[in-house]
């Protein structure tokens, strides 16, 4: 069945190093959403890619979807204490609405 | 900050409890949703409404009996649940959009349920 893998799925980085966190179906996506959640809270919407390729950036935030629509990063520069949380990729496939299986981050001060 | 409320914020219950989940959102969406979401787990689809008609179950036990009185309310009404059902759930409200490019999807705080 359809699945939608994220990896890694803990990472720990000291304040101010690099983070990525990647996400791969196993078929095609029609969009990719990325959402955050923080400890004890709950998932809020980051982005939405829709276009191969595209590339969309928030602030220190960079998002990108693949050329064949089965795969998107998500990388954030100079990570902060405020960066801490799950991080989930969520894409539609046909009928099917997946979330991804997510990567924690914590950021160390 | 959501703009979608869930109440409670945390429940307790017991295996022959009847009890109900409560969502409301004032966006004007028209599609909402209920999610179960276990530890370091992502959210798992359970029901989804459209215009006030159930579009998707994913399955659920029928032990989970949803209800959307209004386009701005949603609930989940438990019955004879299990401790395996114990999470959070969460309540999420979209607009209905074509499907290349979905809407956001607002999530509520969540109901932490604990079945004893």
């Known amino acids: 069945g359809q699945q939608v893998m994220q990896i890694p799925q803990y990472q720990h980085v000291q304040e101010g190093e690099d983070f990525t966190t990647y996400c791969n179906s196993s078929t095609t996506l029609s969009n990719i959403q990325w959402y955050k959640q923080r400890p004890g809270g709950h998932p809020v919407f980051l982005i939405q890619?829709?276009?191969?390729?595209e590339v969309k950036k928030q602030k220190r935030l960079t998002f990108q979807f693949g050329e064949a629509k089965k795969n998107s990063s998500l990388h954030i520069t100079a990570t902060q204490t405020t960066d801490v949380g799950t991080y989930f990729c969520a894409g539609r496939s046909g009928n099917q609405f997946y979330f991804g299986t997510g990567t924690s981050l914590t950021v160390i001060p | 900050d959501t703009e979608v409320t869930q109440t409670p914020k945390h429940l307790v219950m017991g295996m022959t409890n009847k009890k109900s989940l409560k969502c409301e959102q004032h966006?004007?969406?028209?599609?909402m949703y209920w999610y179960k979401q276990k530890a370091k787990k992502p959210p798992e689809l359970m029901f989804v409404y459209s215009y006030e008609k159930l579009s998707i179950n994913e399955s659920v036990p029928s032990r989970f009996s949803p209800e959307c009185p209004n386009s701005s309310l949603l609930n989940l009404h438990l019955h004879a649940l299990q401790p395996e059902d114990s999470a959070l759930y969460l309540c999420?409200?979209?607009?209905?959009?074509?499907?290349?490019?979905?809407?956001?999807?607002?999530f509520g705080n969540g109901t932490r349920l604990t079945v004893t």
């Open positions: 966006m004007g969406h028209r599609a």
């Open positions: 890619l829709v276009k191969s390729g």
């Open positions: 999420a409200s979209s607009h209905l959009s074509p499907r290349v490019s979905d809407s956001p999807l607002h």
